[in-house]
Every structure is written in structure tokens, then in C-alpha cells.
């Protein structure tokens, strides 16, 4: 049959019937590229959910891996603190046994330098009270042998010569030797009443 002979009502039913067929396989085409487009862009999103489920994943264990290594160097700076510190703690102590150290042998060195410088000066001034003492009891004996010529003058009616003056202070020693001592009593006083 001959659908260009056919009657009209049949040919413009056959060419509908062919443009619906067209129109449907269109729609399919399209509908199948709009398919393929969505599932297109389902995969891309999938994809991308995927991808960022895998980043947060991957994040979360890097999150994770460098919290465990700050943790870590948390521990060992906390350590080498504490040891360094301990460290420090040992020298500070060492520094001030020896300062201290040194201190009592810089003490006891100032401490015999005084001593010696006092030892010195003792020993000057010891020989400067000798020199003082002889001088002063040699002006004291001569001013007791002038005491003792005035009044041995004044008592004898004479003066007496060193030599015999030294005899009768050694007479009279030796009587207040014999006795116990100066007394009232005593041979030979020149001031006894007889």
C-alpha cells in the first residue's frame, strides 16, 4: 500500500502516527541525554560527597595523627624540661657548694691575714710597752734614788752614794725576806723607836 495514494484521513493519521513516533523517539533521545545528564550529575555529586567524605576522613586522621605528635612533643618537652630543669637545679647547687667553698678558704685567708696583721701589731705594741716600760721604770727609779737621797739625807743627816744606798736596800730586802715582810717589828728599821 501506497501511503502517499492512501486517502488523507489515513495518511494524515500514518504521517501522525509517524510524527508521534518521531516526536516519542525524540522525547526518548532526550529524555535519555536528560537522564544521562542527572545520572551525569548524581555521579558527579556522588562523587564529590565521596570525596569529601574521603577529605574528612583524611582530615580527621591528619587531625588526629597531629594531635597524637603534639601530644608526643608535649611529653618529651615536658621531660627535657624537667630534666633540664634538674639539670639546672645540680649545677645552681654545685655553683653555690663551691662559691661556698671558696668563700670559707677566702674567709679563712682574711681571717689569717687579721690574725697575722693583729699577731704583728700585738707583737709591736708588746715591744713598744718594753721600751715604754724600761723607760718609765728607769725614770722611776731614778726619781725613787733621788726620793730615797732626800730622805735618807733628811733621816741620816747625810747623803749616800749609790752603791751604799743599793747595800741597804738589799739589807733591808733580805731582813724582810728572813722575816715575812715589812714589819713594826723588823731589826734594823731605821724608823723604830728604841
Known sequence: MNYLTAEPTTAIIIFAVLFLCILIALLLVLSTENLLYKWRVFLKRER????????????SEMVGAFKDLIERQKRENVDSLTDASEELRQQVLAEVEEFKTKLETETLKSQKIVEDKINAKYSQIETSLGVYKREKLKEIDEKVYDVLAEATKDILGKSLSVEEHRDLVVAA???AKIYGGFTANAPGRLDKKA
Request: aromatic share 6%; charged share 35%; net charge positive.
Open 48 to 59: 564529590r560527597a565521596k570525596q569529601w567524605q574521603e577529605l574528612a576522613q583524611s582530615t
Open 173 to 175: 730586802l733580805e731582813r
